[in-house]
Nanobody, 119 residues
Framework: QVQLVESGGGLVQPGGSLRLSCATS????????MGWYRQAPGNERVLVAT???????NYLDIVKGRFTISRDSAKNTIYLQMNGLKPEDTAVYYC?????????????WGQGTQVTVSS
C-alpha cells in the first residue's frame, strides 16, 4: 500500500511563498515517479510539477520560474517550493506517485492540502 503524507499548505498573501512536502516510504520514493497536482473549485485536477525516479522534472507552463519541485532521498520526501504566489494558484494540492509496471499503471494520491492565496 502506498502512503503519501502531505503538509505545508495554508493561507499566504499574493507574492508570498509556501513549501509543500510529501513523505512516503523508501520503496515508493525509489521506484515511483512523483509529483504535485492541483484542483481549484469547479475545475479539473491538473498537473503542476513532476519529478521522475531519475530526477527529471516537468512543470505546468504557468508555474515555470515560480515553482520548484525537488527530491530528498534521505527523507523519502518530495517538495514543491512555491514563490511569487498568485490568487489563481489557490487550490487543493495533491501529491501523486505513479508507476507503470507490467502494463499496469499504479496511480496513488495523497489526501490533499489547501493552498489559499489572498490578501
Amino acid at each position: 500500500q502506498v502512503q503519501l503524507v502531505e503538509s505545508g499548505g495554508g493561507l499566504v498573501q499574493p507574492g508570498g511563498s509556501l513549501r509543500l512536502s510529501c513523505a512516503t516510504s523508501g520503496r515508493v520514493f525509489r521506484d515511483y515517479d512523483m509529483g504535485w497536482y492541483r484542483q481549484a473549485p469547479g475545475n479539473e485536477r491538473v498537473l503542476v510539477a513532476t519529478v521522475t525516479s531519475f530526477g527529471s522534472t516537468n512543470y505546468l507552463d504557468i508555474v515555470k520560474g515560480r515553482f520548484t519541485i525537488s527530491r530528498d532521498s534521505a527523507k523519502n520526501t518530495i517538495y514543491l517550493q512555491m514563490n511569487g504566489l498568485k490568487p489563481e494558484d489557490t487550490a487543493v494540492y495533491y501529491c501523486n506517485a505513479r508507476r507503470l509496471m507490467r502494463g499496469t499503471l499504479y496511480n496513488n494520491w495523497g489526501q490533499g492540502t489547501q493552498v489559499t492565496v489572498s490578501s
